[in-house]
């Protein structure tokens, strides 16, 4: 029932731009807190960005911070993440991830299957 689908990867060239986008079924955004993870060759996943309420807060990995952009539009329970100037040191898989909460006690956690960015020299 509940589905995380991102899209938007691709290829581009060190210095271009890309727009993600994941689209929440299942579930209403306005629940929950939307973060955008990482994960390259070789490496650990890692958090990048993450919003949390109706947008009221984000927060983002200092390597990102000033190129990338979370947002989300509850009404079309969507998140994006707005990448510019990148750098072939942002080549990885990027996953969306949704925790839900029921309740201030209660919450559980979704992924999307992820979509390859890369981005060349």
């Known amino acids: 029932q509940v589905q995380l689908v991102e899209s938007g990867g691709g290829l581009v060239q060190s210095g271009g731009s890309l727009r993600l986008s994941c689209v929440a079924s299942g579930f209403t955004l306005s629940n929950s807190a939307m973060s955008w993870y990482r994960q390259a060759p070789g490496k650990k996943r890692e958090l990048i960005a993450t919003t949390t309420g109706d947008g009221g807060s984000t927060d983002y990995l200092d390597s990102v911070k000033g190129r990338f952009t979370i947002s989300r539009d509850n009404a079309k329970n969507t998140v994006y993440l707005q990448m510019n100037s990148l750098k072939p040191e942002d080549t990885a898989v990027y996953y969306c991830?949704?925790?839900?909460?029921?309740?201030?006690?209660?919450?559980?956690?979704?992924w999307g299957q992820g979509t390859q960015v890369t981005v060349s020299s």
């Open positions: 991830n949704a925790r839900v909460y029921r309740a201030v006690w209660a919450s559980s956690e979704y």
